[in-house]
Each structure stands twice: as C-alpha cells, then as structure tokens.
C-alpha cells in the first residue's frame, strides 16, 4: 500500500504524546534494547499489533520484563524464565497495569515482537509494524489506566504513521498466539479512538 504524503509529514502531536523523527514518544521511559533492525528500505508503518506479556506468568510489576527485552533477565530466578533462555525478542512499547509507558524500539525500527506472522495475505509483520504490549495474561482485565495509555498512545501513532489496521498477535499468528487475549475489551478499545 503507497502511503499518502501529506499524512505521512504530519507531525505527531495527540493527547500530549510527542512522537519524533526516529519514532520516540516524548514522556516514554526509554529502555533501548537491542532486539531489532532496520525496516527494509522503503517500508511503511501501516499495523499495529498487541500483546500481552507478565513475567512471571499471572504476576505483574517487578522490572522482569523491560530485563527479558533488553537481554538481562536472569534466567535461573525463576523456572519459567528457563524457557527463555537465548530468546531474542522485544516490541516498541510496553504498557504496565498502573498506565507506565516504556519504550525499548524506536518505531522507525524493526522491533522483534511478531514473530511468523501474515496480515492480508502479507507475511513478516514485523516489517511494517509496531508492536505495543500490555502487561496481563489475557485472562484477568486489563485496567482503566491501561486503556487510557494505549489509546492515547494509538491516537499518536495514527497522527504519525499510514495505519490501515489495528489487531491482536492472535489474528496475525492464528493457532501459535493468543494475546491479547479474551480479556482485553475491543469495543472498549476503539470507542476511544478518533
Ligand atoms: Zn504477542
């Protein structure tokens, strides 16, 4: 899909969230991790993809997660952390229970967080999009506070970039992925969008 030009100048400004040149949300806690690569050249951000994530499974803060992304989880503190041993993946944004936004990939990179995916018929859909997670199991409600984040979050990115779309893990990587999962209210979500 050709982007537009004229909305892909816009600046990004929407419900205070300041997005620059390089893709960094201005008011993010910037955790950079090095689980990414450049977009192939010419690639246009057209999709953004949620997740779910907690580390442990079922518990939520701690700093577990911004380590897993940034490549120093300690994967004896726990036995599920085991399993992830050598694993190498991130998104651009987190969003934590309490609405805390950190950002570990600029979004003019290729963040590491679809794995194999196809979105209509388009496979590698970390190429041309934007992964956010939210931290939750899929299972219990996601909160207020994370709703508000992520929509103003979204509203910024939509300001910013030409997306066409905005899915689950589990609609681009059907039978492997199930996140967001079934808690994480749809309707809810995208009455807060423009
Ligand atoms: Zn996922």
Redesign the pocket.
């Known amino acids: 899909m050709k982007r537009a030009p004229a909305r892909a100048r816009r600046v990004g400004r929407s419900a205070g969230l300041r997005i620059d040149e390089e893709g960094r949300v201005a008011g993010a806690r910037y955790e950079p991790s090095p689980n990414c690569d450049e977009r192939p050249p010419g690639c246009a951000i057209e999709l953004i ?5 907690s580390l442990p499974p079922g518990r939520f803060g701690g700093d577990a997660i911004c380590a897993f992304f940034t490549n120093r989880l300690d994967c004896s503190a726990h036995p599920f952390y085991a399993t992830l041993a050598g694993v190498r993946v991130s ?1 651009h944004f987190l969003i934590r229970r309490g609405g805390g936004l950190i950002q570990f990939v600029p979004c003019a990179r290729r963040a590491w ?3 194999v995916s196809a979105w209509r018929g388009r496979s590698a859909c970390n190429d041309f999009s934007i ?1 956010i ?1 939210l931290e939750g199991t899929g299972e219990v409600p996601y909160t207020a506070a994370q709703y508000r984040r992520l929509a103003a979050l979204t509203r910024a990115l939509l300001a910013r970039y030409p997306i066409a779309a905005i899915v ?3 609609d681009i ?1 059907p039978g492997r ?1 199930t ?2 999962g079934p808690s994480f209210d749809w309707p809810r979500f995208r009455s807060m969008l423009p």
């Open positions: 993809v949620l997740h779910h994530i998104a967080h679809a794995g992964g997670e689950g893990h589990s990587a992925k996140d967001p």
